[in-house]
């Protein structure tokens, strides 16, 4: 299975490196949320600082539902599902292969947003293993998740907006839980964010096995 994570992943990897779509559109889009946001906030200083670790988040969140629906738009392409049904992959690979490549993404934006965060926003990185912990967690259970719908709206013609209409209250965990996790590392309460990241952890192995399970159904009836 993992060999299969690996090809899938490297593909798509490799056709965003050509394309450059997350590097000249969804990195652009990320910062430029960041940057209005602290346009609106920024008479308010000190909200805007107590604000960021939920600014960030919701920043992300957006930023995903572009990549995930470009990486889901892949597979929609030349035939490439119909040669995916055919191929001797194993289904879980593939599903994990997508959610690797998107995770990946997802990884390398984060980094820039919180460069961005550090500049505009004047955060304070504290708590570093609890910030890292967040992200690898979070960005887990965002890029299972996604992937998994990603496959369910496959072949609709509305899956464009369908997919953040799906997405975006089953994430609502998420968003609140990294939200917490960041706030207790930035406020040098890393201990109370602990229990936060758990929660991350938890919800991304959950969706992380319902769809390497599933998805060699969706693949099939999509």
């Known amino acids: 299975m993992w060999r299969d994570a690996a090809l899938v992943a490297g593909r798509d990897l490799r056709v965003e490196?050509?394309?450059?779509?997350?590097?000249?559109q969804v990195g652009p889009f990320a910062l430029l949320v960041l940057i209005l946001f602290a346009f609106a906030l920024d008479p308010a200083r000190q909200?805007?600082?107590?604000?960021?670790?939920?600014?960030?988040?919701?920043?992300?969140?957006?930023?995903?539902?572009?990549?995930?629906a470009r990486s889901a738009a892949l597979d929609e392409t030349d035939g490439v599902r119909d040669a995916l049904r055919l191929s001797a992959l194993e289904p879980a690979?593939?599903?994990?292969?997508?959610?690797?490549?998107?995770?990946?993404?997802?990884?390398?934006l984060e980094l820039v947003l919180g460069i961005g965060v550090i500049i505009l926003?004047?955060?304070?990185?504290?708590?570093?293993?609890?910030?890292?912990?967040?992200?690898?967690?979070?960005?887990?259970?965002?890029?299972?998740?996604?992937?998994?719908?990603?496959?369910l709206v496959s072949g609709l013609r509305v899956r464009e907006?369908?997919?953040?209409?799906?997405?975006?209250?089953?994430?609502?965990p998420v968003l609140l839980g990294a939200t917490r996790a960041f706030e207790a590392a930035l406020g040098g309460?890393?201990?109370?964010?602990?229990?936060?990241?758990g929660l991350l952890a938890a919800f991304a192995v959950l969706y992380s096995v319902a769809g390497a399970a599933a998805y060699g159904t969706l693949l099939e009836g999509s």
Do not use: H
């Open 17 to 24: 490196a050509r394309s450059r779509v997350t590097l000249q």
């Open 47 to 68: 909200t805007l600082e107590r604000a960021t670790p939920g600014l960030y988040w919701v920043t992300v969140l957006f930023s995903a539902l572009l990549a995930l």
């Open 93 to 108: 690979g593939v599903f994990a292969g997508k959610a690797l490549a998107v995770a990946a993404e997802l990884l390398a």
């Open 121 to 151: 926003y004047g955060a304070e990185p504290a708590g570093i293993g609890l910030l890292v912990a967040t992200c690898v967690s979070a960005t887990a259970a965002i890029a299972a998740t996604g992937t998994l719908y990603g496959a």
């Open 161 to 172: 907006t369908l997919l953040p209409l799906l997405l975006l209250p089953v994430l609502a």
């Open 189 to 197: 309460a890393p201990a109370d964010g602990w229990p936060w990241c």
